[in-house]
């Protein structure tokens, strides 16, 4: 096999395989295998296509490992960047898979992957769409590589220990990025594994999909779990892509002030008009012109759009407008 990537020894036991995602722009995700009573555990696993499988086996294998020591795999969100190469590890080694409760339903959605055309469609219309971009977005098509084969066949309650190698893993449960996204926390060393929770550069996505507002607060949950990470006693931060982070609380205290920057200037946006949530969405500043924005990437912007009002209205600073369709929104 072609040497991809080597592993990392990052110390504690443990270590760090970056295993490519596509055309991802985080690039690869950190796959970390930690020394457990039988072998090793893996947070997270990466994309599901051959470039990754062989990247992993590569890493592995430098490590000394294969992926027959796997003993299990713990994924910290449904995303296809962080469980989609599980179903191959556990044909491959027989290992379990756990993840958080609250992502299985979510997980469920996108491998069966029937009728999105259509679910899209209806939500691109209660978000106030143009019917233009509509029909750009509807040409552009999905995209499903990355999936997982199957689901993963543990599930893991919040504050669930997992036996280490003279050590243990707590599931931190930490809602936001996605319903059921958790961090692992080896306690007796003081490490953090993050996966999309808290990265070191990059802010998480935080959004809602079910347009044109649901009724969950994702954006409350992520701001109340910021702060819970913070209070951890981790002296090491582990995040699923790119560097590691060095100072934990002052992350999370830059990531909430982000996030009240953004819905203030969301709140001043809506003047005294009534808006949808594409008009209020393309108000928002993004790191790339609206117009330039892809179809998929509009709809990344919707979703946080999304978000972000619902937690406004939670606040008592928007409301909806009775009687509207498309939905309109205005501040209060």
Known sequence: MEQLNEARDIGDGIHAIPVPVADLPVGDTQVYAVESQRGVILVDVGW????SWNALQAGLASAGLSVTDVEGVVVTHFHPDH???TGRIREASGCWVGMHEADFEQLGHMMAGHDWTNRELDQWVKAGAPA??????LAAGRDRDGVPDEKPDRVLKTDEIIPLAGRTLRT???PGHTPGHACFFIEEHGILFSGDHVLA??????????FPVAERDALGEFLDSLRAVATLPARRTLPAHRQPIDDLAARTEALVEHHERRLDDLYESFGDEELTLWQATERMTWYRPWDETPPRGKQMAMSEGSAHIRHLIERGRARRVPGTDPARFVRV
């Open 48 to 51: 599901n296509n051959d470039t």
């Open 83 to 85: 469980v989609g190469l």
């Open 132 to 137: 233009e971009y509509i029909e750009e977005f």
């Open 172 to 174: 931190v449960f930490t």
């Open 201 to 210: 550069k990059t802010t998480p996505h935080v959004g809602e999909f079910d």
